[in-house]
């Protein structure tokens, strides 16, 4: 099963890929989970990457390109992969076809999942960090029992420069303009599935399965 995950930021995809992950045992891709790791790892792809993800601007594509060409060489993505905030541009999605081609894989499905941007603004924002232990908490549904602060080992929570409100609708018109217009692309190669990302996890993954025929 080799799946892109399509949708504006927070739309979800990163929750969804983790459990197809668990039921099926095939990779998720993300390209935003590689580059912050190499911003933490301060590698210098990370520091290219990131001053370009705090102002919430996108890495160049040749970067993002072989990151990506590289992870799906990998032997866990013989059965398949999920990917997750890739491709974000018509020209990265054809890039990822001639990619595909030449490693002998196809896509099945491009399932995107529609949610408002005031409720995208809503999940990002509110997110918060533990910095020494890295559990992740929402002000809104999931918060620390001690507002402020890590449940497990008291250290003040932070936000991330990218979960900054401005930041994220600055992302959104960004989304619009450039990464909107591949569900055309992908409808017109009879891919795309488009799911509402609005409501229970548990009920959206039901929907994603069956729109990559696994229900």
């Keep these: 099963m080799n799946l892109i995950l399509l949708g504006p930021p927070n739309a979800g995809k990163g929750t969804q890929a983790k459990k197809l992950y668990a039921d099926f045992k095939i990779p998720q891709i993300s ?16 520091k290219l990457a990131g001053p370009l993800m705090a102002a919430g601007a996108y890495v160049p594509d040749e970067i993002v390109i072989g990151i990506v060409e590289e992870r799906l060489k990998e032997p866990d993505c013989a059965n398949g992969f ?6 974000r541009t018509t ?4 890039a990822l076809e001639r990619m595909l081609s030449k ?10 999942l529609e949610v408002p941007h005031e409720k995208l ?11 020494t232990c890295g559990s992740v908490y929402h002000v809104y549904q999931s918060p620390p029992k001690k507002a ?6 008291g250290t003040g929570l932070v936000q991330r420069e990218d979960d900054k409100a401005e930041v994220i609708e600055k992302r959104l018109k960004k989304y619009d303009a450039e990464t909107a217009p591949l569900k055309h692309f992908y409808a017109q190669r009879g891919l795309l599935k488009s799911i ?9 993954y039901e929907e994603i399965k069956k729109a990559a025929g696994r229900a």
């Design 121 to 131: 603004i809503e999940r990002g924002s509110g997110r918060r960090s533990c910095p």
């Design 103 to 112: 490693l002998g894989k196809k896509l099945d499905a491009v399932v995107s």
């Design 91 to 94: 020209p990265q999605a054809e």
């Design 196 to 204: 509402d990302g609005v409501g229970s996890p548990e009920g959206i």
């Design 31 to 46: 390209t935003g989970d590689i580059l912050r790791k190499a911003v933490r790892e301060g590698t210098e792809l990370g």
């Design 82 to 87: 999920i990917l997750d905030g890739f491709p």
């Design 148 to 153: 402020g602060f890590c449940d497990k080992d």
